[in-house]
Nanobody, 122 residues
Framework: QVQLVESGGGLVQAGGSLRLSCAASGRTFRPYTMGWFRQAPGKEREFVAAINWSGGRTEYAESVKGRFAISRDDTKNTVYLQMNSLKPEDTAVYYC???????????????WGQGTRVTVSS
């Protein structure tokens, strides 16, 4: 069992930045791929970014490439999502999740946090 707790969401103006954190507890953190997804009102949950267990491989959705960066600190059992140049269309609830390997579908992820809300105003 892995417990995940996201933080760092909030209200920001377009063009601004936020850094989301996801703290893990429970089973060993290091072997897991960590992913970020988001879900806007009325829309399906979509992949944002993922990082493999070693930190040596990352994947990003096309819509966030060049603006978002995922990283992990295994000494703190925490994964981060640095979000720059935010746009109103980035508004959503952001979730972190664990998986055995990098994937882009929610069904590939096992444990989920409760989410943190990000609102980008125009």
């Amino acid at each position: 069992q892995v417990q995940l707790v996201e933080s760092g969401g909030g209200l920001v103006q377009a063009g601004g930045s936020l850094r989301l954190s996801c703290a893990a507890s429970g089973r060993t953190f290091r072997p897991y791929t960590m992913g970020w997804f988001r879900q806007a009102p009325g829309k399906e949950r979509e992949f944002v970014a993922a990082i493999n267990w070693s930190g040596g491989r990352t994947e990003y959705a096309e819509s966030v490439k060049g603006r978002f960066a995922i990283s992990r600190d295994d000494t703190k059992n925490t994964v981060y999502l640095q979000m720059n140049s935010l746009k109103p269309e980035d508004t959503a609830v952001y979730y972190c999740a664990t998986a055995r390997s990098i994937g882009v579908r929610p069904v590939e992820y096992d444990y989920w946090g409760q989410g943190t809300r990000v609102t980008v105003s125009s």
